[in-house]
């Protein structure tokens, strides 16, 4: 008996009952939101909380009532192929489309997780992001300008801003991650 072309029995039941349950794209990644997102991670502070939210929300936004199930490979490339390159009037967004493939990928993996079994299979295993042209910024300022930045600071009104400013400018932190500190 030749098992290559047969469906493995115990996936077929998983994709069944997951079908089943009628999860919608917009439940499970409520769902995603209190289960990973929620609660006190160490990792993840509100800010990057929100952006992960934000990024399933935008990405996700054709699919939001489909059922998980329905949500296939092709759908996924080709909505994320449509931001990198703009679509209906839309501008490219290449970055935006690898930031919303890398929240795709992780929410995706969740769902496969056993104690989640949400889907029986990935829809993104194996899938490379949209954009492969991504480049760190390697704009530096020079020292008049570093000094120019320095003696503003000072003119905001507020020591708590300057004190922010020159925080930021002296420890090379993200201004959000500066923010969100303890």
């Known amino acids: 008996m030749d098992l290559g072309n047969e469906v493995d029995p115990v996936e077929k039941r998983k994709a069944e009952?997951?079908?089943r349950k009628g999860d919608t794209f917009a439940k499970a990644i409520a769902l995603y939101h209190e289960d990973v997102l929620?609660?006190?991670h160490p990792d993840r502070g509100p800010i990057s909380k929100r952006l992960i939210m934000g990024g399933l929300r935008l990405a996700g936004e054709p699919w939001m009532n489909w059922s998980l199930v329905r949500i296939t490979p092709r759908d996924i490339k080709l909505r994320l192929q449509a931001v990198r390159d703009g679509?209906?009037?839309q501008k490219p967004?290449?970055?935006a489309a690898n930031r919303y493939f890398t929240a795709l990928q992780g929410f995706f993996k969740w769902t496969v997780d056993p104690t989640v079994g949400l889907l029986a299979a990935n829809p993104m295993a194996g899938a490379k992001q949209p954009f492969n042209g991504e480049r760190p910024a390697d704009r530096v300022?020079?020292?008049e300008e570093l000094s120019i930045i320095w003696d503003s600071a000072a003119k905001l009104g507020s020591?708590?801003?300057e004190a922010y400013v020159r925080f930021v400018m002296m420890t090379g932190k993200r201004k959000r991650a500066a923010v969100q500190m303890r």
Do not use: D, L, T
């Open 17 to 19: 009952e997951c079908a």
């Open 38 to 40: 929620g609660g006190n």
């Open 87 to 89: 679509w209906e009037g």
């Open 93 to 95: 967004r290449p970055y």
């Open 141 to 143: 300022y020079n020292s």
């Open 159 to 161: 020591p708590y801003m």
